[in-house]
């Protein structure tokens, strides 16, 4: 019989699926429920009781060198983990897989005069190769939090190299009983960096599968075929120039669930950085793949969707290159399937607003040119209109944060040979005006900035109710204009207040010469963009 404490249950079980054999049990109250649980699984584990920390850490090293493979030392909390220091840090310099365990009293109590309490989460400092806390499970959302936490740890025991990891597990109050008869199914992360043979094999298995195309620097391109192989999804940001589901928003926003649902992909690969649209992130967590395989040169966990079972450490090219099956008739048709129900998505057409500044300046690009989209609205409202071939694309989505666009794509001009249009939203603009103060701006910038007076993007939030008063707090607010400081900076000035003013200024603000830097800023109603934008998905949700 095991504890019915959740945490404790998925690490038992991911111990156990990551081949620990060998556990050293040491004595206390707060790891009870760990120490009975694993003293309970004598088909999989040996288990030692040594009652000293100190010797009982330097013990289980001497079972992982035995047979090159973790062993774990289990203590309760408090002073009981300080005395396992010494081994850990021999672990960490002899390069031993060492899998140190710690029950802990509930975080609220740590610090409150209560018995056995210490900061226990991060105490080895870097002389573990990670250290997590896991969380104590009441919802669906902490258990998958737990079971990622547990299969990380696990994994960096022999990632580039070898050493120490530390696992510390908060448990409370009542503990003693273990009324469970049976594990909890855990889901296994596995780590993949040469040979990929097996995978290339496995790939045969899912005839849906579903490549998305995360951030991607111009000039890291994918190997051709790709789209033979998967049905491929790119925001504008990933740099792919191959065919590709790009209006994945409207697209997902027009579907029924139970479209949906028949569309569910039997596997998913991700690769590149982050995935701009909200949506797909939503769709595919809500109806996850049977398996989910991250490609990431850091070998890194990325569990976007909750169903993460192999990471791929390697370059996606050299991935793909090993990998790529030919294309099956299943495989084909759900591509296909895909591809019609986007070319159904009507393209959006919008009256003069921000979304139609926007994608007038995309229809009238000059290639070749650099694209740089500032976050928050912006980046997604360029994501509603097809680019040009020979647009490169650029944006902060490491963190998606509004600071630093200005600057960033400032400097991406300045050693450019081509013109850079940046688009970008007046409360980004301002936050990052200086980038104009920046003497080394190029006379190759364009920018479209689109004042609405505030930050649109939180207006748009479904169920916000904003009154008048707290509308100023939450939105940024404010009745300015780049002009004089455009003007001061060197830039060539031009605004517009409507779509006739706007269209004449078009042709020049896109004309191929690169005489001055020259700034765009149009002014519209930021509630009347934002019902744009609603009306325009919900004629989607009607189709």
Not at 67 to 84: E, I, Q, Y
Not at 435 to 463: M, S, T
Request: net charge negative.
């Amino acid at each position: 019989m095991f504890t019915d404490k959740k945490n404790v249950l998925q690490l038992a079980a991911l111990l156990a699926a990551h081949g620990i054999r060998k556990i050293v049990l040491c004595p206390g109250s707060r790891d009870i429920p760990l120490v009975r649980t694993f003293s309970a699984m004598q088909e999989v584990f040996t288990c030692y009781a040594v009652t000293d920390e100190r010797s009982a850490g330097f013990f289980a090293l001497g079972l992982s060198l035995n047979d090159h493979r973790p062993a774990a030392v289990c203590c309760t909390s408090g002073s009981a983990l300080l005395n396992l220091h010494p081994a850990v840090a021999e672990a960490f310099y002899r390069q031993v897989p060492l899998v140190v365990i710690s029950a802990d009293r509930p975080t609220a109590w740590i610090g409150q005069m209560d018995g056995q309490t210490l900061p226990q989460p991060g105490v080895f400092g870097p002389l573990v190769r990670k250290s997590i806390s896991l969380p104590e499970v009441r919802s669906k959302e902490d258990e998958w939090h737990c079971n990622r936490l547990i299969n990380e740890a696990l994994l960096e025991t022999c990632h580039h190299g070898r050493g120490p990891v530390h696992i510390n597990v908060p448990i409370s109050e009542p503990f003693f009983d273990c009324p469970v008869e049976s594990l909890p199914a855990a889901r296994v992360i596995t780590r993949k960096d040469n040979h990929f043979e097996e995978l290339a094999a496995r790939l045969r298995q899912f005839p849906r599968r579903m490549l998305l195309i995360g951030q991607g620097n111009p000039g890291e391109a994918l190997p051709p075929g790709l789209e033979d192989t998967f049905i491929c999804f790119a925001s504008h940001p990933a740099n792919h120039p191959g065919a590709a589901i790009r209006n994945v928003e409207p697209l997902l926003s027009a579907l029924s669930p139970e479209t949906k649902q028949a569309m569910r992909p039997d596997l998913v690969i991700t690769c590149g950085g982050h995935i701009l649209s909200k949506r797909l992130k939503q769709y595919l967590r809500s109806y996850p793949p049977k398996e989910h395989w991250h490609i990431a040169p850091s070998g890194e966990v990325a569990d976007l969707f909750g169903a993460l079972t192999v990471l791929v450490e390697a370059e996606p090219a050299d991935f793909f290159r090993q990998v790529l099956p030919a294309p099956s008739e299943e495989t084909v048709d759900y591509a296909r399937r895909w591809t019609s129900l986007s070319a159904a998505i009507p393209s959006p057409a919008f009256p003069y607003s921000e979304m139609g500044a926007i994608g007038e300046v995309i229809r009238r690009l000059p290639t070749p040119c650099a694209l740089h989209l500032a976050n928050s609205s912006v980046v997604r409202y360029a994501q509603l209109f097809p680019l040009p071939d020979g647009v490169e694309v650029l944006s902060n989505r490491g963190t998606n944060g509004i600071e630093g666009s200005l600057s960033a794509a400032v400097g991406y001009a300045a050693a450019s040979d081509k013109l850079n249009f940046v688009f970008i939203g007046d409360l980004s603009f301002f936050y990052d005006m200086n980038a104009l103060w920046n003497p080394h701006g190029g006379k190759n910038l364009r920018i479209l900035l689109l004042n609405n007076g505030g930050g649109e993007i939180f207006n748009a939030l479904p169920g916000l109710r904003l009154t008048d008063e707290n509308r100023r707090f939450v939105l940024g607010t404010h009745q300015t204009s780049a002009q004089g400081w455009a003007v001061d900076s060197g830039f060539e000035y031009l605004s517009a207040r409507n779509a006739g003013e706007l269209a004449t200024l078009l042709p020049r603000f896109t004309a191929p010469d690169t005489t001055r830097p020259m700034l765009l800023e149009v002014f519209t109603d930021k509630d009347q963009d934002v019902q744009l934008l609603r009306e325009y998905y919900h004629q989607l949700d009607k189709l």
